[in-house]
């Protein structure tokens, strides 16, 4: 087989990595040929391409070399050398109208991942972007800037999600995410699993994990990115657009927090290593051993704000899970001294929200924010490792945008399996209290929760802030204009099953939020 006919393109299959991908429809510009000069490695782009945190004068360009990525020494078969990677980004995917390029080198300490942060580029402008090292050449991404700062927009389309258990299902959402041809994508944690599958029977489980053990180690944890990253659906997903990417905790280990010990120091230190080298993320959040700056702020002209925190490295440990009971569990769930974004988080954010450069606010965490109450008794207490786990910490936060006036804060949330629609109050017990926001809630791209059922209709008239609940696989997929915010939740047919031809992306429900009149409105 030549090497042109080996070459993977934007958008098509992975068959020398994952054999069950098929390939996707072609767009024109996206076929990508070798260069003349004989390799010095096999074709080491098994990874594909990635871009991320747009600016309006820049984005990260990303890829790894990687022929073997499944390697479980976690150095995807790059031999112990440097290599020289060329990079060029382009005013069309014909790269006859090259803007920038240059060359940078790829080394084995960082298991030969690149990042490329060129600057001066045009605000609000589509780009594409290639790599080529030692006789091959990248498939072909395709970018945008943000707009420039107080630039008037008239429509930003982002999707979101998050959730992707490698075993636990084939990634359709992705397809609907593609065909969507959004301006930027979110994904808000859990990237990769750092354990196997949960579930009781492991038949049920439609791929498996190359190095099954669990991550506990750098060389596992870039084995593990690196079998994620062999998903063509993911892959093509990822080269359509920039992504603003968070972690939660399967990226490390479950449930993990601010408290540590020496081997979860160590966790931390591999987890965050592995997440910078697989992800487009800034330098200013290149790890420092167990120590990442990962929450930051991105403008959309005046249209839009977007505030990425981290409710992992700097939260107090959870508590106790109460069970919907009342007791000491309680209190300290309630306590003013716990904070999940920590001291310096919060006051970054506080601060942010003093200034409204932006029609819209939303905030891309990780868990639920809004209060799930079980049984209409504001004594008892129930979902630790929520935001209502830090009641307090929560407050904080809600009142400060209430008191500096952000007139439309949304929270984008993944982490649960299951689509959530919620509008947000001060005080959830008193179902008269003013609307302050809402919450969208992203179901899991795999992850799945079997056992959860439909909320009763008990359980809603208790919470009558929920709007929307549904346990199926998929996305979703916001439209925001001046004038309103418009979210699509986004499901797809059964992750278990990969037949292209068979794959339905279908929208569940839409929701609306109009500028100036907080509260969820079903279309």
């Not at 993977?8 to 003349?36: E, F």
């Not at 943000?146 to 359709?172: D, I, M, R």
């Not at 910078?276 to 200013?284: C, G, L, M, V």
């Not at 799930?372 to 929560?394: F, H, I, L, N, V």
Request: aromatic content about 10%; hydrophobic content about 40%.
């Amino acid at each position: 087989m030549s090497q042109v006919n080996r070459r993977r393109v934007l958008l098509g299959g992975l068959a020398a990595v994952t054999a069950t991908a098929a390939s996707a429809a072609l767009p024109s510009w996206a076929n990508a040929r070798t260069t003349a000069a004989a390799p010095a490695v096999h074709d080491p782009f098994q990874l594909g391409v990635a871009s991320g945190d747009p600016l309006p004068d820049s984005v990260v360009l990303w890829t790894r070399l990687a022929p073997a990525p499944l390697n479980a020494d976690g150095f995807g078969g790059m031999p112990d050398a440097t290599y020289a990677v060329d990079w060029e980004i382009a005013n069309d995917a014909a790269f006859s109208s090259i803007v920038q390029s240059g060359s940078v080198n790829a080394v084995r300490a960082s298991a030969h991942s690149v990042h490329i942060e060129p600057a001066g580029l045009q605000p609000a402008r589509e780009y594409f972007y290639r790599f080529k090292t030692s006789g091959y050449i990248s498939p072909v991404g395709r970018t945008r800037t943000a707009p420039a700062a107080g630039a008037a927009v008239n429509q930003l389309k982002y999707c979101f999600t998050s959730c992707q258990h490698w075993e636990e299902g084939y990634y359709h959402a992705y397809k609907g995410v593609v065909a969507d041809d959004p301006d930027l994508v979110l994904f808000l944690g859990d990237y990769i699993y750092e354990k196997k599958s949960g579930r009781a029977a492991a038949e049920r489980n439609p791929r498996s994990l190359a190095v099954p053990e669990d991550t506990t180690t750098l060389a596992l944890y870039r084995a593990r990115h690196g079998q994620h990253k062999t998903d063509a659906d993911l892959q093509a997903a990822h080269a359509i657009a920039p992504w603003m990417v968070v972690f939660d905790d399967h990226e490390v280990m479950n449930n993990w927090n601010g408290t540590t010990s020496p081997a979860s120091t160590a966790r931390k230190s591999a987890g965050f290593q592995a997440f910078y080298e697989h992800t487009p993320i800034r330098s200013t959040a290149k790890p420092n051993g167990a120590s990442i700056q990962l929450y930051r702020q991105f403008v959309w002209g005046n249209l839009a704000r977007f505030h990425m925190l981290d409710t992992r490295q700097f939260r107090n440990a959870q508590v106790a899970d109460p069970s919907g009971s009342a007791g000491p569990a309680c209190t300290d769930m309630r306590s003013t001294s716990r904070s999940i974004l920590g001291t310096a988080q919060e006051a970054w954010l506080l601060k942010q929200f003093e200034s409204h450069p932006t029609t819209w606010d939303f905030l891309g965490q990780q868990v639920f924010f809004a209060t799930r109450d079980g049984d209409g008794d504001k004594a008892t207490c129930e979902s630790p490792d929520s935001w209502q786990g830090y009641e307090a910490s929560r407050d904080r936060i809600a009142k400060g945008w209430v008191d500096r006036k952000v007139a439309n804060p949304v929270v984008l949330t993944g982490d649960v399996h299951r689509h959530w629609a919620a509008d947000l109050r001060l005080d959830y017990f008193d179902h008269s209290d003013p609307i302050i926001g809402s919450e969208l809630v992203t179901t899991s791209v795999t992850s799945n929760s079997d056992t959860a059922t439909p909320p009763t209709a008990a359980w809603l008239a208790n919470n009558p802030h929920v709007k929307y609940c549904k346990g199926e696989r998929g996305y979703v997929r916001v439209t925001t204009t001046p004038s309103q915010t418009r979210a699509d939740f986004m499901t797809t047919s059964d992750t278990s099953v990969y037949d292209p031809a068979k794959v339905v992306i279908k929208n569940d429900a839409s929701y609306v939020v109009q500028a100036g009149a907080p509260g969820l409105r079903k279309v």
